[in-house]
């Protein structure tokens, strides 16, 4: 017998003596398994309103009312109007692994409801007090059954139309120690709104109401897809959104995303649904990326809605206990598919549609709405005409050639014609509709190119835009591997640090890929004996520096894809043409036709837009034409 210290607690003796025995293994009582569960599935109110709301969709509800008091923690009540649980089964659907979604291990092959585990209403009655009331279409009344901390009460009718009704009380009341990892009041409002968000998003035929501390916070009525992410996400998201449509199902992603001139701080705007389920999950998030990549640089992140479906027995979505990660059969081939489908939706080219109109409609009713409530009527204008002399200015291809490199014959269009045969020289009104940018009138203080198309009028950044074309014209040579090097008569020597001479000499195989030829020529010296001929007349030994930065900056022996896009980038705004540059009308024109043949020109390789788009009814409404 152990000797018992004086002063000590017999309990503690106790405590200790178990301690001191060999374990034994036991079966855990049922509520403690539930708990454990619950620890998965129910980590705080958002995640059991999650549960409800899926059981809700499951059950085919066209309307879900949501209720919470203080974050949900004190309440979360979900109402829905669907099939209803018969009044019989009401224990069945609190007990754990009672589900009436699947039968079979093979039905798990192909899950198509939200839920599955048959666990979520069993946990969710272990760690909070709950009231599950239901009745079925057919049912002559409602009935109810309250479960407390594994206790199950017994069933009892109840006043209710079809369908069922679940409140959850006290979250965690019967344990602390969950129930001190929850966050403030608001903050568990805000996880649960979330919730809401994502679930709506890809439920638009249902109608939802949020309402918090009985104060309504969200009403969505029934709408479709498009109309539902605008009041979810706002008419930001919605006016920046192009459709990205891919695939013929049941392999296919359809949706929306954003181009790079909205974009988030946070990934809080990326919703990603597979087979309706919103997921979080790596391959699609690096898939996204990718897509991105080429023209969104930097710390941004792109803001989508996108929906992906495929066979569910090519994706495993009994991962986690949450189900909000997903395992696919073909990681790589939903990548690939993923990846092309939002770059090819991001890089319609400039004539497909005008991305930027909306925009600049807003900006011009703001205009006209300030000065809507100042102005008088507006006097008698005359109608807004071509700048004279337009149609008789002609200049020399050769002058494009000189600022924007040979290269345009690399792109169909009619750049590529002898100068004498450009269109613009002959009839430009006529022939306004055949290009979607029109027709350059004018340059405005060496930034802008303003022309004049079919719409109206056409603003277009000169730098961005020419930065764009010339990174599209490289990469596209690049991967080729036809980017040819034009030798320098006489090389330039350039002095360089020791760092830069090792890396001028590790990376002398890639530069030679992009046109760069270097050989060192001293101690402290190397030489540029061809530099890429997509490039005429650039600095070279500055763009070499930088390119030589941006290798440092990444510090790998083999230059991947991303950094070789990023570099190319880099070389790209170095060659494109500077502000300030006077260019003439032919080399204006020349650049509006080689965006229209360029790829993603919509945006300059930093994700700023490159043009805008003022149609007419815009410049009528500000200056109050037909009112
Ligand atoms: P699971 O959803 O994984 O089947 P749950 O514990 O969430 O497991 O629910 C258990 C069962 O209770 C469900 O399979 C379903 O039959 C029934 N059920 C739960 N909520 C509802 C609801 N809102 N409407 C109709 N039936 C429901
Ligand atoms: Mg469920």
């Known amino acids: 017998m152990t000797k018992v210290p004086a002063g000590r607690h017999p309990l503690r003796v106790f405590v200790v003596l178990i301690a001191l025995l060999p374990p034994s293994i036991r079966v855990l009582p049922d509520l403690v398994i539930n708990q454990i569960a619950a620890g998965e599935v129910v980590e705080r109110p958002a995640s059991a309103l999650k549960e409800l709301i899926e059981n809700s969709l499951d059950a085919g509800a066209t309307r879900i009312g949501v209720e919470l008091l203080a974050g949900g923690i004190k309440r979360i009540r979900v109402e829905d109007d669907g099939i209803g649980i018969a009044e019989r089964e009401l224990p069945l659907a609190l007990s754990r692994h009672a589900t ?11 899950v198509a ?15 909070a007090r709950v009231t599950l009331s239901s009745r079925r279409r057919d049912a002559a009344h409602a009935a109810s059954l309250e479960a407390n901390g594994g206790s199950m009460g017994d069933v009892s009718a109840a006043a209710l139309a079809e369908g069922t009704v679940v409140v959850a009380d006290e979250l965690f009341y019967n344990t602390p120690a969950r129930r001190k990892f929850l966050k403030s009041e608001g903050t568990e409002f805000g996880h649960c709104e979330d919730v809401v968000r994502r679930l709506a998003l890809a439920a638009p035929d249902v109608a939802f109401t949020l309402s918090h501390n009985g104060r309504r916070v969200a009403q969505w009525p029934v709408a479709n897809a ?18 990205v449509e891919a695939g013929t199902p049941p392999f296919s992603l359809r949706g929306w995303v954003a181009l790079p001139r909205y974009t988030r701080a946070t ?9 309706g389920r919103f997921v979080r999950d790596k391959l699609i998030a690096h898939a996204v990326k990718a897509a991105y990549a080429d023209v969104l640089h930097g710390e941004r992140q792109p803001a989508l809605v996108l929906f992906f479906d495929l066979d569910p027995a090519l994706v495993d979505v ?20 993923i990846q092309h489908a939002i770059g090819k939706s991001l890089a319609a080219p400039v004539g497909a549609d005008a991305p930027a109109v909306s925009e600049s409609e807003r900006f011009l009713e703001r205009i006209a709405a300030r000065r809507m409530e100042t102005a008088s009527p507006a006097p008698y204008q005359p109608r807004f005409a071509l700048a004279p002399g337009v149609a008789q200015v002609a200049e020399p291809l050769a002058a494009y050639r000189t ?19 450009l269109p613009f020289r002959r009839e430009p009104h006529a022939r306004a509709d055949e290009h979607p940018l029109g027709y350059a009138i004018a340059q405005l203080h060496g930034v802008y190119i303003l022309a004049q198309n079919q719409r109206g009028l056409v603003v277009v950044d000169m730098h961005a835009a020419h930065e764009r074309i010339v990174y599209e014209r490289m990469k596209a040579a690049q991967s080729r591997g036809a980017m040819a090097s034009q030798p320098l008569i006489a090389p330039l020597s350039v002095a360089l640090g020791e760092r830069d001479r090792e890396l001028a000499e590790r990376h002398r195989g890639f530069l030679l890929e992009i046109g760069f030829d270097i050989a060192p020529l001293c101690e402290t010296e190397v030489a540029i004996r061809a530099v890429p001929a997509l490039l005429p007349g650039i600095d070279a030994p500055a763009m070499l520096r ?16 991303a950094v070789r896009d990023e570099l190319l980038s880099t070389m790209a705004c170095h060659a494109a043409v500077r502000a300030n540059r006077s260019l003439t009308l032919a080399e204006m024109n020349a650049l509006l036709r080689d965006m229209e043949a ?23 409404r500000l200056f109050m034409r037909g009112r």
């Open 403 to 421: 600022i924007f490199g040979e290269n345009q014959r690399d792109s169909p269009g009619e750049n590529a014609r002898p100068a004498n045969d």
């Open 100 to 110: 009436s979604k699947i039968a079979t291990s093979d039905d798990l092959e192909r």
């Open 113 to 127: 409801s939200l839920g599955f585990r048959g666990e979520a209403l069993a946990s969710l009655a272990s760690i």
């Open 226 to 243: 498009k109309e539902r992410i605008g009041a979810i996400l706002g008419a930001d998201f919605a006016e920046a959104a192009v459709a």
């Open 267 to 275: 990934r809080d705007q990326q919703f990603f649904f597979v087979n």
């Open 598 to 620: 360029t790829e993603r020109s919509g945006q300059c390789n930093h994700g700023r837009p490159t043009w805008f788009q003022f149609g007419m009814n815009d410049l009528d």
């Open 318 to 337: 009994n991962v986690h206990p949450a189900k909000t990660e997903v395992r696919f059969r073909d990681g790589h081939a939903v990548h690939r598919f």
């Open 546 to 561: 930088e390119l030589l930065d941006d290798l440092a900056r990444h510090g790998q022996t083999r230059v991947h894809e």
